[in-house]
Every structure is written in C-alpha cells, then in structure tokens.
C-alpha cells in the first residue's frame, strides 16, 4: 500500500512525539511492505508565528489530498491571550470543521501492569475498557459568541442531522464490542438535550435494537466514570461534555500520555492525535510520553487504511514496552525513568523483530 500522511507537529512536546510516532509508521511500513510518504505542515501557534494563521491555507488543502493526518498538540502560553484576534486552538477546530470530522473516537484502557498509576482503587479499576464517542464540530464550542464588558454568551446549537450520523458511529461501534451504549447529555435542564436524547433513543430503536441503551446525565456519568468506570462499553455524548469527560477517563489508565484518538467523518479520511495537550512546561527536554501519539499511528492504520494486522502490531509493541518498564515520568512508579526516544526505541526494536 501506498498512502501519504500529513504531520501537524504544532506546538511545545508536539514535534517530539510525533517524531517518534512517524518513525513507527516508517518500520511499520518497511516491515509489512507499504510505501508511507509524511509531508510536515503548520498549525497552531507554530502556524500563527511564520504565517499569522492558525490555520494556513496551504496546511488546509495538504490535509485535503491526504489519506490521513498525525496531529502533535496546539497551544501555550505564547498564544494563550483570550483578547487575541488569533489563538493557537483556532487552527484545530478550523481543521476538524474543513475536514469534516465529525466523530472523535477515544478508547480508555487499562493496561494491567499500570493499575497502581492511577488514583482510582485497582479493584474499581479492574475491567475497564470503554470507548468514547464525542461529537466534535456542533455544540457550543462552535456556536455564535458575543462579548461586552458586563457580559458574554456562547450559543449551543445541534441539528437532528449532527446527532443522528454521532449516533450511528457509536451505534456501529457498540455492535463490534459489548453491544452497550450510554448517551450522555443534560436533558433535565438543556433543549439541546433533550433534542439529543429523542433523537439518540430513535436511532438506536430503529437502527441498532442489538444494543443496550442507557441515558445519563451528565453529572452522573462523570461520578460513575470514578466509581464503576468497567460498568461502561461505548459513550456517546456531544462535544464539550465529551472534552471534559475524556480527560477525567484519563486518570483511569493513569495518564493523559497513553490514550490516542481519531477524529474521523464520513469517509476515511481521519485525523489522529494523543488527548494530551501541548505541555510547554517540558517542551524540548526529552521528556513526554510518546506512547498516546504511536498508538494515535495505530488508529490511524486502522481505520483510514485499513491495516488491522499492522494496528495491532502496533498496540503488542507498545503494551510489551510498558510491561518491560520502558515508561516516562508520568507513568513511572519507581525507579528509573525513560524518556521519549527511550520509549520510542523500544517499541520501534519491538516492531523490528
């Protein structure tokens, strides 16, 4: 196979780990014989500085012709000014609207050998493998803003169209997995939701019957992701609700470091990225936890090209890494602490074998 990929290094550890994610790409390919051709592109605060666009137009139409896209993180103090006219986070909400990537797929699990990484009590823990569906290009981080000196306001609007194609994707997904779904939204005090509920109870009835439905609000879904986080398969919820919730997920595999995801529409087109931001604090110091963006690199093979053999290899070398102890400082209970290129050394000799 031959396919290009488009890497939005972006800012702070982004360049690192997206470093270490492209060279498992390449030794995927030497390894199973596929051809990937990476082309680097801005975004972000690194695009505002050479360009004044968060998004340049150049970066937009390379995305465009790509089989897919490897995103590092965005963002820091440089161009965190709400007043500016220009911020860095621009650039990745402008480039899932263009795209139209409309469903962020974020798996949660948990590796055994890290349970006592997390907070969370191991027996709490123990089982937990959940897939959350968020929707990522309506809702109120989209919606019409205004803002005076004594007040402003944020419009949330969703369309039954954006809830049914969400609906659907998680819908499918559930079908492949536990056959459970649980819709979160605010139905008791928000229209949005209760639009969201009506329309995520017909979808599901008519479209999907094999699988189990459960309505939760939000509130509660963010105390039983603490309290009884394996009781749950796959989530669906829309986008701001979906950002909050998957950064609490996190803390249940241990670290924002270890979970990918992809952002994916209504082709294969997909854009892969770790959930982690872009951690100015160890920028350039050898430091961050490249495992989220290599197994970013897994999804990505999954599904935009369809390499599930090569996905899974991916997955084995990255697990196998964690369990020989080849673990950064965020995951690191003891002991030694390895750093980035450690890390993603280890999984590329892994692969290699």
Not at 324 to 330: H, K, L, V
Request: aromatic residues 4%; glycine residues 8%; contains cysteine.
């Amino acid at each position: 196979m031959k396919a290009t990929i488009v890497v939005l290094a972006g800012d702070g550890i982004g360049p690192e780990v997206t470093r270490e994610g492209v060279r498992v790409l390449q030794i995927i390919g030497k390894k199973f014989g596929h051809e990937f051709h990476t082309i680097n592109h801005l975004i972000g605060g690194a695009a505002i500085d050479a360009t004044g666009s968060a998004l340049p137009p150049e970066t937009e139409a390379a995305c465009k012709k790509a089989d897919a896209i490897l995103l590092g993180a965005v963002g820091g103090p440089k161009w965190s000014d709400p007043n500016a006219k220009v911020r860095s986070e621009q650039g990745l909400l402008a480039i899932r609207k263009a795209l139209g990537l409309f469903a962020n797929l974020r798996p949660v699990t948990l590796h055994p050998d890290l349970i006592d990484a997390s907070t969370i009590k191991p027996d709490v823990l123990k089982g937990t493998d959940i897939m959350v569906v968020r929707e990522l290009t309506g809702g109120i981080y989209f919606g019409e803003k205004t803002r005076t000196e004594t007040s402003a306001s944020d419009l949330c609007t969703y369309t039954v169209e954006e809830i049914e194609r969400v609906t659907r994707v998680a819908g499918k997904l559930a079908q492949q997995r536990r056959k459970q779904l649980v819709s979160v939204d605010k139905a008791n005090v928000l229209e949005t939701s209760r639009l969201w509920r009506t329309t995520v109870e017909r979808v599901m009835s008519s479209e999907f019957a094999d699988v189990k439905l459960e309505h939760m609000l939000v509130d509660s879904a963010a105390m039983h992701l603490i309290r009884r986080p394996s009781s749950f398969d796959v989530m669906v919820t829309e986008n701001m609700f979906g950002d909050i919730l998957t950064d609490e997920a996190s803390m249940l595999a241990g670290s924002l470091g270890l979970l990918p995801s992809a952002s994916l529409g209504a082709g294969k087109l997909g854009l892969y990225e770790p959930i982690h931001g872009s951690a100015p604090d160890i920028a350039g110091q050898n430091k961050a936890n490249p495992y989220a963006t290599i197994l970013s690199v897994a999804m990505l093979l999954r599904h935009s090209l369809g390499l599930e053999k090569e996905a899974q290899a991916i997955e084995l070398a990255v697990s196998s890494s964690i369990s020989a102890g080849i673990r950064t400082a965020d995951i690191a209970a003891s002991g030694r602490v390895s750093s980035t290129m450690e890390a993603g050394n280890f999984v590329v000799a892994r692969l290699s074998e």
